[in-house]
């Protein structure tokens, strides 16, 4: 293939637009010019506009004034941004704890040798692709108080007498988008980690059985260390689409009821979009800023750190 | 596999197996025998007798004909399908060469520029939505295909270029030389020897960032307005629930119809999305 391209140059007289290109810095700067322009137009920019705008009293149609910090003041003394608060870190936390542990063995299943198994990892990874707001739905109609299929199974079982109201308690609401969330992430961790078990020399472990190491001795002093670096990134990237997260709850109870399961995005969808109030609604979304900026900066350094080792 | 007795295979796999896919699989189970089932069988309490919620005896095709028919469903999904075409497009070329620039060419500030990049990968959507409808409403861009269009390279062309660079980066610098040496120039050498030894990695690119654009949902809900020129998420969404009535037979319906584009794209290039998705992380 590339002797047949290389036969095709024969170039004697270059115009000057060549010799632009010919030069390494001017073909880098044209080359990254329609990346730094859209990038700069639609992230940078919108994000100083953010900012500025969190500082006004600008709604809907009104282009506002100057008022200092008195949005985040607001929303600081706001107890529904609070409750948003601790649900943030509260979904992420728990969510994150179930889809790694979920993840990881699944992961572990996935790296032995069975029939079909293409085939069952290609099915495997359906939560993820499938968009998120149309499998939600699903999810809504299964715990729909009314017509539940999961009441009706708890309810043959004879585990339960009356209905359970999934969407309609704070706390089993709360409970009912987690489950939703680790539907969704647990395909994302096993198949990320299944890449990096793969990675991993079978030599290492039947040196080790040989050696005479319990299964749970080779995953802990073996497999487990070598895992960690993808593990580390598998988890910060799934921690800040997680604190991030919109879809789901906006489906599956729209911040209710009772405003007691919003996240730091629904909630300031709801007051941005769905109030008209778009500074303070800036406001609710930057304050999701300094914890992104934190993991970034985690996970730039490790990133850094295995690269130099 | 399994060394030891039977028994063991089933506790240690068989077992857990099921579980995983039982748990994983369901909802798209019921996704699928709820746009097939007819309203009076649909709506029928939990505990009422004789009720076999998991199967249905009486098929039908309203749901899908109510979705086409009284619904804008089948321009959504056009409008999915080119907002998710043209903007993959433009991120895999913006991606391809700027992935080109940072891996293979030395110029001032490239550690800084690619670390930039890595950030803007990192920016979640939901940070940002409220300035960027501002902004889209300044450039006159409100309720058009195009305020999508212009807006998701800004999550695909990161992961892209990203993603390009390892690629490129895994290309010999020899065979670059030796086709310099023949007289080829920069440009033609990354258009005719670089990039297509990256072409399996551009599929993975493409076909990770169509996924990604098909499954976008605040800046479309956002942005969008009028319901002719919804993509799906947004429309199914906002259509097909008046106040607080589900119509839950062409919900799923739409749930089910709109999921398989993308089924279809993954099956065709699963092996390309694994390593798209791996690759993403790992970069």
């Known amino acids: ?82 409750t948003a608060v601790y649900n943030t870190f509260l979904y992420t936390a728990v969510t994150t704890v179930f ?22 990892r290609a099915f495997v990874l359906l939560p993820f692709i499938i968009p998120t707001v149309l499998s939600t739905f699903a999810w809504r109609w299964m715990f729909d108080p009314t017509f539940s299929v999961i009441n009706w199974t708890l309810y043959h079982l004879g585990l339960i007498t009356g209905r359970i109201n999934w969407l309609g308690d704070p706390d089993l609401a709360m409970i009912s988008i987690i489950v939703v969330n680790i539907w969704r992430g647990v395909p994302f961790f096993a198949i990320s980690l299944l890449a990096g078990l793969q990675t991993i020399s079978p030599e290492l472990n039947e040196a080790a059985a040989i050696d005479g190491a319990k299964p749970w001795q080779r995953f802990w002093h073996i497999t487990w260390p070598l895992l960690l670096p993808v593990t580390m990134v598998v988890v910060l990237f799934s921690v800040i689409q997680t604190l991030a997260d919109f879809q789901i709850v906006y489906v ?49 350094l490790y990133i850094r750190r295995v690269e130099t080792r | 596999m399994i060394e030891g007795a039977k028994w063991r295979k089933w506790v240690y796999f068989y077992i857990p197996m099921a579980f995983f896919l039982f748990f994983l699989l369901f909802p798209f189970y019921w996704m699928i025998i709820t746009s097939f089932r007819p309203d009076g069988e649909l709506y029928r309490p939990w505990n009422s007798v004789n009720y076999n919620p998991f199967w249905t005896t009486k098929p039908t095709l309203e749901h899908v004909r109510y979705l086409f028919e009284e619904t804008l469903f089948s321009a959504w999904l056009w409008n999915t399908t080119f907002i998710a075409l043209v903007s993959t497009a433009i991120s895999l070329v913006c991606g391809v060469f700027a992935g080109y620039a940072l891996s293979r060419l030395n110029f001032p500030f490239a550690g800084g520029l690619g670390t930039g990049i890595f950030i803007t990968y990192l920016v979640p959507q939901t940070l940002l939505f409220i300035p960027l409808a501002e902004i889209i409403r300044n450039y006159n861009l ?16 990161p992961f892209c270029t990203w993603l390009m660079m390892g690629y490129f980066k895994a290309v010999p610098k020899e065979l670059e030389e030796c086709a310099r040496i023949d007289g080829a120039s920069r440009w033609q050498a990354m258009l005719y020897i670089i990039i297509p030894v990256a072409i399996p990695g551009i599929l993975s690119a493409g076909i990770f960032a169509f996924t ?71 970069g």
């Open chain 1, 1 to 82: 293939m590339a002797v047949e391209a290389i036969s095709t140059f024969n170039t004697p007289p270059q115009p000057r637009r060549h010799r632009v290109l010919e030069d390494e810095r001017w073909l880098a700067f044209l080359l990254l010019v329609p990346t730094v322009v859209l990038l700069g137009l639609f992230i940078a920019y919108p994000f100083v506009r953010g900012i500025l705008l969190s500082v006004t009293n600008s709604r809907v149609g009104v282009a506002g004034d100057f008022v200092g910090f008195a949005n985040y003041y607001k929303i600081w003394n706001d107890s529904i941004f609070r």
């Open chain 1, 99 to 120: 889809k790694l542990g979920l993840g990881l063995w699944l992961a572990l299943l996935l790296n032995r040798n069975f029939r079909g198994k293409a085939f069952t």
């Open chain 1, 252 to 300: 599956m109870t729209g911040g209710g009821p009772a405003n007691a399961t919003h996240l730091f995005a629904t909630y300031a969808y709801q007051i941005g979009v769905g109030t008209g109030l778009l500074s303070e609604g800036a406001a609710i979304s930057l304050a999701m800023f300094p914890v992104l900026l934190l993991i970034v900066v985690i996970q730039l």
């Open chain 2, 142 to 157: 409100g309720d058009t295909s195009w305020s999508l269009i212009l807006t998701y390279p800004t999550f695909l062309i």
């Open chain 2, 212 to 282: 990604l654009s098909w499954n976008e949902f605040i800046y479309a809900l956002v942005f969008l307005s009028s319901p002719a020129q919804k993509t799906v998420p947004v429309g199914v969404t906002s259509e097909l629930i008046r106040g607080d009535v589900f119509f839950w037979g062409p919900l799923m319906a739409g749930a089910l119809l709109g999921s398989i584009p993308v089924a279809i794209a993954y099956s065709f290039f699963v092996e390309h999305y694994v390593s798209g998705l791996t690759g993403s992380v790992k």
